[in-house]
């Protein structure tokens, strides 16, 4: 990769890392339904305008409707309420560890749904290796129990495993659908399918806001998905597919970081220890390095 891009990726992976961060700060005023709606309407938003000022062409038929509506319930809302409650019982940097865990999901569903992508021997060692990663650092002890402080370890888990068939069904139905509306289809309809009941069950806290609360949440949607959004398309154009793995591995860094800095939050010897094997997993299921060290 050019240094452009290098500094393009480590950006990306700030930016998703900083959403943990985030999440933290607005939960102490928020309800993590009002989180996620204010993340997608306000990126919707946005991203509409650019869409029109751009004047960017495209048909919307019924089967394309039908597909973004699917994707943004497995890419958006489903991920980002389990993401945001697990948030509430535990740290933003443990959450973006077991984060980590949606490039060893999205592997194996594609080699069970997608015949072109092959499960060979280094990314089936690097998946093992980072289901490892993630044992540790929820705690192999924890790992069958279901206490309501643990919770929000497995919530994210699941948003991971949503994540994961979100790629397969992007990769499945939408692949000919441009990247910058297929992005703003989604957050338009997650917009559209959580209004109803941001009003009906929500307006209190819409009504309360105040110019703190609306600056994070701008932010928050601006940065994590506006901003990122349009990195992640040019790290596409520009470096291909395979460095946005890159991504994930900066995330938990990234997160931990913001989180420990801004809110003094720690991390157990177990979490650093798990988030070590997991970017382990990650470059093993990257392949590159493999190659290079063992040509």
Same mark, same amino acid.
């Given at each position: 990769?050019?240094?452009?891009?290098?500094?393009?990726?480590?950006?990306?992976?700030?930016?998703?890392?900083?959403?943990?961060?985030?999440?933290?700060?607005?939960?102490?005023?928020?309800?993590?339904?009002?989180?996620?709606?204010? /993340?997608?309407?306000?990126?919707?938003?946005?991203?509409?305008?650019?869409?029109?000022?751009?004047?960017?062409?495209?048909?919307? *038929?019924?089967?394309?409707?039908?597909?973004?509506?699917?994707?943004?319930?497995?890419?958006?809302?489903?991920?980002?309420?389990?993401?945001?409650?697990?948030?509430?019982?535990?740290?933003?940097?443990?959450?973006?560890?077991?984060?980590?865990?949606?490039?060893?999901?999205?592997?194996?569903?594609?080699?069970?749904?997608?015949?072109?992508?092959?499960?060979?021997?280094?990314?089936?060692?690097? #998946?093992?290796?980072?289901?490892?990663?993630?044992?540790?650092?929820?705690?192999?002890?924890?790992?069958?129990?279901?206490? *309501?402080?643990?919770?929000?370890?497995?919530?994210?888990?699941?948003?991971?495993?949503?994540?994961?068939?979100?790629?397969?069904?992007?990769?499945?139905?939408?692949?000919?659908?441009?990247?910058?509306?297929?992005?703003?289809?989604?957050?338009?309809?997650?917009?559209? #399918?959580?209004?109803?009941?941001?009003?009906?069950?929500?307006?209190?806290? #819409?009504?309360?806001?105040?110019?703190? #609360?609306?600056?994070?949440?701008?932010?928050?949607?601006?940065?994590?998905?506006?901003?990122?959004?349009?990195?992640?398309?040019?790290?596409?154009?520009?470096?291909?597919?395979?460095?946005?793995?890159?991504?994930?591995?900066?995330?938990?860094?990234?997160?931990?970081?913001? *989180?420990?800095?801004?809110?003094?939050?720690?991390?157990?010897?177990?979490?650093?220890?798990?988030?070590?094997?997991?970017?382990?997993?990650?470059?093993?299921?990257?392949? /590159?390095?493999?190659?290079?060290?063992?040509?």
């Amino acid at each position: 990769m050019a240094n452009k891009d290098w500094f393009l990726v480590l950006l990306l992976g700030l930016f998703w890392g900083s959403s943990f961060f985030f999440v933290e700060v607005l939960l102490e005023y928020l309800s993590p339904f009002i989180i996620v709606y204010l /993340r997608v309407c306000i990126a919707s938003i946005f991203l509409i305008f650019f869409v029109f000022i751009r004047q960017i062409k495209f048909q919307l *038929n019924l089967r394309t409707f039908f597909n973004l509506f699917i994707m943004s319930l497995l890419n958006n809302i489903f991920p980002f309420l389990f993401i945001t409650f697990g948030q509430q019982t535990t740290t933003g940097g443990l959450a973006s560890i077991l984060n980590a865990n949606t490039s060893f999901v999205a592997i194996i569903l594609a080699a069970l749904f997608l015949p072109a992508e092959r499960l060979n021997l280094h990314r089936l060692i690097g #998946i093992l290796i980072g289901i490892l990663g993630v044992v540790i650092a929820i705690g192999y002890k924890n790992i069958f129990e279901l206490r *309501n402080d643990d919770l929000g370890k497995y919530l994210i888990i699941i948003a991971t495993i949503s994540y994961g068939f979100a790629g397969v069904w992007g990769k499945l139905r939408l692949d000919n659908l441009s990247p910058i509306i297929a992005a703003t289809g989604m957050l338009t309809l997650s917009t559209l #399918i959580l209004t109803p009941y941001a009003i009906s069950n929500h307006f209190y806290e #819409i009504y309360t806001f105040n110019i703190y #609360i609306l600056s994070y949440a701008l932010a928050f949607a601006v940065i994590c998905s506006v901003f990122a959004y349009f990195l992640y398309f040019k790290i596409l154009e520009s470096a291909g597919a395979g460095n946005l793995l890159i991504c994930t591995i900066i995330i938990p860094p990234s997160s931990i970081f913001l *989180n420990a800095f801004f809110l003094n939050q720690s991390i157990t010897l177990n979490e650093y220890l798990g988030l070590l094997i997991i970017i382990i997993g990650l470059v093993m299921l990257d392949g /590159r390095l493999l190659k290079k060290i063992m040509p």
